[in-house]
């Protein structure tokens, strides 16, 4: 099947605004604005069932349905922020097929009748941002952004912003506050960025993921019963699996939900195997989901968001890591807990010092100084910090923990019972992360 | 001073944003730019430009990681040892780096010319091991390749200081 998504993969120059254009490009926007009211637009988005692929999978169109009508500013945000370890996918469809994102966002924009559109890309893409810059620049020639577009009495613009590098600003109440120049922390809720008071400067706002709305213009195109009949009810429609770690040939994956197992997949990734070696564990969603040991049931289901829920853990952002059997779990979740430590924005007390002692902690045990009691503090401290704070970043610092700690047990055991032996002599002394 | 030598880019930069404050992380990256850092007097200038006060710059400085307050390198590599990129030898890639340059984490050589640091996930994991020098990224790299680019870097400082 051609790619819905990476069309790059197919069309190589599709980053060019003419060859885009040839393609088909735009006419998901143009019969938007010209053949539909944007109520009609957000019916047919919610009625395909997109669901967001940033992280939560909530609906796309029934979230643009929140947005007031009766506002006069309104904005669309374009989460570019991509900072979840294992994630690439944002990355590849900005850099080789940006037009479509941009007509994504823009559709977004027209059903929502925004003002402005502000994509947010990690501030690492410095690079992407500014060859954003000048695809912007070419449809606003081509009168698809700026002042009455395509004729009509709507207008909008459409900015790049950087951020400099803070894994939380992508969630989404941070990544406001980080756009109107505070302090990158989350927002209480309600407000939710929908609502008057909630979004950018305040004003409604949708924010959607760049791979969300790299969606639209195959939907409003082709419509939302052909987007359902790609996968399953709660499942339709392409999706991008980001393969990295143990795998032969990493890089990004576009399949049909539903309609892929986890075996496939690998297949096309370069196989089961790693270097001679057997898998071991899948981490679905980066570091922010729990970890799923991989096994033939596991290899033989389709890849859905609720098969992923049935294992254990959430699909997410499918960005898969990959860990084959000659990979220590018990650094792996001291890798994350380095990750989430470094990345808690401090603003809550549960996440900022249970990510401090979790780390110090796992720091403990891998440098074999660990007790069995630790390994119940580990579990003590995770359950303490649940639903604690106001952003999932919290939640998800457990994860390294937990999911290892329900798996491989046995791995952290090991650490604690040679412990004793290697107390005179630590292997390698690892630090905590600053 | 930023205000009188980037009268422009400052103009263009406040056309984006319905409020001033928004400015404040692009004209980070300005002032970064211009001083190779962010010394202290940046923040004043910025906190003018944006009506707040120059303690909110500097703690929205000292919130990321691409804003610097100490001067570093000429190449400034930072390095992904992030779990995916270590998964594929990336904890190692950054050990022989230190010790090829001789520094220690965060240090810069002698000569001036490099600054190691690890980062967090910079979304290239299938491109490990790989870091972001000045802010662009270094893909599919090697200690061979590593060793040719600071080669030919030091060529070209030691040709520019004669
Ligand atoms: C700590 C944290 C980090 C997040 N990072 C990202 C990110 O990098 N990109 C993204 O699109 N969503 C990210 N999200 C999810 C966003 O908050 C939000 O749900 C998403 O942008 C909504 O877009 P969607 O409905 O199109 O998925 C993150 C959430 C949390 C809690
Ligand atoms: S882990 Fe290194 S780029 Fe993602």
Redesign the pocket.
Known sequence: MANILLRNRDIPDIGNFEVYSKNGGWEGFRKAVQQHTPDEVIKIVMDSNLRGRGGAGFNTGRKWSFIPKNEPIKYVVVNADESE??T?KDRELMEMNPYQVIEGAMIAAYAIQASAVYIYCRGEFWDIAHQLDACIAEARENNLIGKNILGTDWSCEFYTHLGAGAYICGEESALLNSLQGMLGQPRVRPPFPAQKGGGLYYEPTVVNNVETLANVPWIIVNGAEAYQQIGTPQSPGPKIVCM?GHVNQPGNYEIALGQTTFRELFEKAGGTEYQGHKLKALLPTGASGPVIPITDKLMDAPITYESVIEFGSTLGSASFIVMDETTDMVWAAYKMMQFFKHESCGKCTPCREGTYWLLKLMTRIINGQGTANDLRLLENVGKQMNGKSLCALNDFAINPVLGTLRHFRSEYEAYINKGSDEKAAPKKQLQPAH | MLKDKYAERIEKIFSKYQDKRSAVMPLLYLAQEEYGWLPEESFSEIGELCDIDPTQVKSIAGFYTMYSEKPKGKYWLQV???????LRG?DQFHADLKEYLGVEEGGTTEDGLFTVEHVM?????DK?P?LQCNFHYMENLDMEQMKAFIEEKRAEAAKGDQ
Do not use: K, N, R
């Open positions: 370890p294992g690439f990295s | 992904c040892t992030d779990l995916p990129c270590a990336a996930c910079l979304a290239a994991c490990a790989m």
